[in-house]
């Protein structure tokens, strides 16, 4: 498959750090969002009416971000990937949430994906309802703030 693909190549070009690793993709439906990672097993979940909304550039910036996170994820604890499951999935706690997605994005951007990811995150949020829209402004960096951390980071 395709996506399967594109992962790889990404794992092998960009993350050493994931060297090994036998990421799972697997498909998922009525998600948010295009792509979503677990926290406890190297597993992709992806919309296919999400990525299919996406160009090819969107879709490896978008595996990027996924990936920056399975190396979060790799570098806590059970205990406390528990306790940010606990606090994202049943307190909602969009501050630990927005944290960990930022330190993605930066992460994104330190892989020399800033530019791709900025314009994942402009497609995204043209998709997204105005509801969904809300929720993303509280947790992301919004394309502008994107392209000034680019910037700042050179
Ligand atoms: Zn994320």
């Known amino acids: 498959m395709e996506l399967e693909k594109i992962i790889l190549d990404i794992q092998k070009k960009h993350f050493p750090e994931l060297e090994g690793l036998d990421i799972c993709l697997k498909p998922k439906g009525h998600m ?40 979060q994820f790799r570098k806590m604890s059970l205990f406390q990937k528990v306790v940010l499951y606990i606090k994202v999935e049943f307190l909602k706690d969009l501050k630990c949430l927005s944290h960990l997605e930022k330190e993605a994005d930066r992460m994104v951007i ?45």
């Open 32 to 71: 948010s969002h295009a792509m979503e990672v677990s926290a406890f097993f190297p597993k992709i979940f992806f919309d296919e009416s999400w990525v299919n909304k996406f160009d090819k550039v969107e879709i490896k910036a978008t595996v990027v971000h996924e990936l920056c996170h399975l190396v």
């Open 110 to 154: 330190g892989k020399g994906y800033g530019r791709q990811i900025a314009k994942a995150r402009r497609r995204a949020w043209k998709i997204a309802s105005k509801e969904s829209l809300k929720r993303r402004r509280q947790i992301y960096y919004s394309p502008e703030e994107l392209e000034k951390l680019i910037k700042q980071m050179k």
